[in-house]
């Protein structure tokens, strides 16, 4: 498999980029890359992104995982890459990205537009094995929520998996208000990437 997609962090040179760095981001900076670690223990995670020595502290913070896998041809897993870093994961779960002109990689900004907001986020990394790859985006200003997400494509014994991982808070008085059915609708939509994701395979 190609690999296009290593294990590095997001520049801090924002210039560079034209975009952000990580100290723009609107959660603390000891919670970065703690998405992936609500991975299903039972997953296949990438070996680039060992558990930590200390877990983090969520405590306050709402969190999710959603996994789903199925039986699939070894070829499923980069169509499943394909799917994450071209945004078409994202469009067919009905939350199209802005202005995305490429491939996402690390230190890019993505805007996803759902319900008439627009919630800009910065591309973590993307780390690649010969069996996972995961990309991460945390949030930046303007977003409605402050958090991280996490999606994983892995493959192993015959079948391809697919997680979505992430920790967030309400960041503006309409999703303090709405906090409850915010949460449930991020589930819903955890669950449509995933199956988003085995839609483009054509395993669903």
């Given at each position: 498999?190609p690999?296009s997609?290593?294990?590095?962090?997001a520049?801090?040179?924002?210039?560079?980029?034209?975009?952000?760095?990580?100290?723009?981001?609107?959660?603390?900076?000891?919670l970065?890359?703690a998405?992936?670690?609500?991975?299903?223990?039972?997953?296949?995670?990438?070996?680039?992104?060992?558990?930590?020595?200390?877990?983090?502290?969520?405590?306050?913070?709402?969190?999710?995982?959603?996994?789903?896998?199925?039986?699939?041809?070894?070829?499923?897993?980069?169509?499943?890459?394909?799917?994450?870093?071209?945004?078409?994961?994202?469009?067919?779960?009905?939350?199209?990205?802005?202005?995305?002109?490429?491939?996402?990689?690390p230190?890019d900004?993505?805007?996803?537009?759902?319900?008439?907001?627009?919630?800009?986020?910065l591309?973590?990394?993307?780390?690649?094995?010969?069996?996972?790859?995961?990309?991460?985006?945390?949030?930046?200003?303007?977003?409605p929520?402050?958090?991280?997400?996490?999606?994983?494509?892995?493959?192993?014994?015959?079948?391809?998996?697919?997680?979505?991982?992430?920790?967030?808070?309400?960041?503006?008085?309409?999703?303090?208000?709405?906090?409850?059915?915010?949460?449930?609708?991020?589930?819903?939509?955890?669950?449509?990437?995933?199956?988003?994701?085995?839609?483009?395979?054509?395993?669903?």
């Amino acid at each position: 498999m190609p690999n296009s997609y290593s294990s590095r962090p997001a520049p801090s040179d924002a210039a560079a980029h034209g975009s952000a760095h990580l100290a723009d981001l609107t959660y603390p900076a000891a919670l970065i890359g703690a998405s992936r670690d609500l991975a299903d223990p039972r997953s296949t995670t990438p070996e680039s992104t060992p558990p930590r020595d200390t877990p983090p502290n969520l405590a306050g913070w709402h969190t999710f995982a959603h996994s789903i896998s199925t039986p699939a041809p070894a070829s499923s897993l980069q169509v499943a890459i394909d799917a994450i870093v071209s945004g078409r994961m994202h469009r067919r779960a009905g939350v199209p990205l802005a202005a995305l002109s490429g491939p996402m990689s690390p230190g890019d900004v993505v805007v996803v537009r759902l319900w008439g907001l627009r919630a800009p986020c910065l591309i973590l990394d993307a780390p690649n094995t010969a069996q996972a790859f995961t990309l991460t985006y945390g949030t930046l200003p303007g977003h409605p929520e402050k958090g991280e997400e996490s999606f994983c494509v892995s493959y192993a014994d015959g079948r391809l998996t697919v997680l979505v991982t992430a920790f967030s808070k309400a960041d503006r008085p309409i999703t303090r208000v709405g906090g409850p059915v915010a949460r449930a609708a991020q589930r819903v939509f955890a669950r449509r990437y995933a199956h988003a994701v085995l839609a483009e395979v054509g395993l669903r």
